[in-house]
């Protein structure tokens, strides 16, 4: 062997050593990100929160039971009635004493995750009817209870396609629905079938009710947000809703937000990105060396 081959034979050593400690710190890096990933995208956007009441209007004083709607096995509820009351159960009873409208909220958590989900101007206790008193007969006239039209879907949020179940809570005994889904579609049945949304995007859904006592129309402005896979999704927490007394002649149509909690999307997705940079660099780097050591043969070769 000359003097030049035993140069380049050393070289060679050199390199394939360097390598393979380069690869043995890469793959130290990489499992790790790897087990993180497969745990943490899973996991993510795994809370959703959610709720309905019975009644959601009447006169002071107004019990309302609350039905707890969430998904993803939540551990914890933390409710605000908007009356300044709290309660942590999950499915608790309240009564509103003071005629007034009022803001919901309730936030869940589990796992380390939280989301709130809150129906502005949900409950409307009026102004109890004094009752009569002397010996004079007293004539009671039926006033048919006003419609008010109301519902609720879940999940609202998630990636394409997303499947949400639709159910209606109007109030006043409507007789006919005519539900918009805001993709173009709609439907006349009082509690349609699920429904699909195939294309990413925010959506408004409204339902619009009539019977014996006139029609009304309850309408949630971006109530759907249907994200693409390969998106990720950055949300806004809601300002807490602050609420009073005012007069029960106010009329407010409620609407509703939600925060998802998709920060570990973010996470997994840099991961990811963060894998795919690290392979790319190892196929490089292997490369390099299998060409250069190409060209010292082709050069050995040319100079016998």
Known sequence: MTEEETISYKKGRK???????SVSIIMTVLIPMILIAVVVMPVSAAYAAGFSGTPTSGPAPL?????????GAPTAWLWDFGDRATDTIQNPSHTYSVPG??????????GGFSDSFVQIGYI????PTP?????????TQTTPIPIKAGFRGSPTTGTAPLTVTFSDTSTGSPTSWLWDFGDGSSSKLEDPPQHNYSVPGTYTVSLTVT???????????????VTD????????????????????????????????????????????????????????EITAIITY???????????E
């Open 229 to 284: 896979l390969s998106t990720t999704v950055t949300t806004r927490t809601p300002a807490p809703v602050q609420t009073s007394a005012p007069s029960p002649a106010i009329s407010l149509q409620p609407t509703v937000t939600g925060t998802p909690a998709a920060h570990n999307d973010q996470i997994g997705m840099s991961l990811l990105y963060a894998m795919i940079i690290v392979i790319i660099v190892v196929i490089v």
């Open 15 to 21: 390199n394939i050593s360097v390598l393979k400690k």
């Open 101 to 110: 409208v009022y803001s919901v909220r309730l936030t869940v958590t589990g």
């Open 211 to 225: 019977g014996t006592s006139g029609t009304n129309v309850k309408k949630l402005t971006d109530y759907i947000s």
């Open 131 to 139: 009752t009569p008193t002397g010996t004079a007969p007293v004539i």
């Open 124 to 127: 409307s206790a009026d102004i």
């Open 63 to 71: 019990t309302v039971q609350f039905t707890d709607l969430s998904s």
């Open 293 to 303: 050591h190409r060209n010292r043969d082709r050069e050995r070769e040319q100079n």
